[in-house]
């Protein structure tokens, strides 16, 4: 996977103008100064994981001893489960109901709504290339969160602008070109298992 392939499939994955609704839907009885301040820290936890599992993603794939192409394949799977959700929606988004009393902590607006599984693997599967280097990953990520975070900070407006219907065109289209994305990671990962 090279960095705009990375790039692209992380903002994908984290699907910003799709958990816009999440999002919103989530914060609705919050005040609307409070709202930016929660989302800012949900988008700072949010970073903080996906930088744990960048770093320290492959040492705890070489103590589980599973190898690569594992990785790849159930990353290509629970990819194309999630793309397969945006195509044909179900009731409270990709990740499922939200249901949730007060003001999000961690979950479900850091988690799973941004680094969710598929991102987290695909942090993985990145640190094994080792043509690029952490730093270029890093940039990858810390730029896909950047756009996320525009996006979920500015959440009422591209609502406003998109309106629900726009959010779901969107959403299906991300969710489309993701399915093209995860048979491909498949692939790759079954000629890389073939190959040994």
């Known amino acids: 996977m090279d960095p705009i392939s990375a790039f692209f499939t992380l903002l994908f994955v984290m699907d910003p103008l799709g958990n816009i609704p999440v999002f919103l839907s989530v914060l609705k009885d919050v ?3 409070r709202r930016m301040k929660i989302i800012a ?15 320290f993603g492959s040492h705890f ?3 589980l001893n599973l190898d690569q192409q594992a990785v790849q394949i159930s990353g290509a799977i629970v990819l194309f489960l999630i793309a397969l959700r945006m195509i ?3 009731e409270g988004g990709i990740m499922g109901s939200h249901n949730i009393g007060g003001e999000p902590f961690i979950v479900p607006l850091a988690i799973p709504c941004v680094a969710g599984p598929s991102a987290l693997a695909i942090l993985m599967l990145m640190t094994h290339n080792e043509n690029e280097s952490m730093w270029v990953w890093s940039g990858v990520m810390i730029s ?11 959440s009422p407006f591209f609502y406003r602008l998109l309106q629900e219907r726009g959010l779901i065109a969107i959403e299906r289209l991300m969710g489309m070109i993701l399915v093209m994305i995860s048979v491909q990671m498949g692939l790759e990962g079954l000629k890389s298992f ?3």
């Open 31 to 33: 005040d609307e100064k």
């Open 41 to 55: 820290r949900e988008m700072l936890f949010a970073l903080c994981i996906m930088l744990c599992f960048l770093f």
């Open 61 to 63: 794939l070489g103590a």
């Open 88 to 90: 044909f929606p179900q």
């Open 144 to 154: 896909a969160w950047l756009v996320s975070s525009f996006v979920f900070l500015l």
């Open 194 to 196: 073939l190959s040994i």
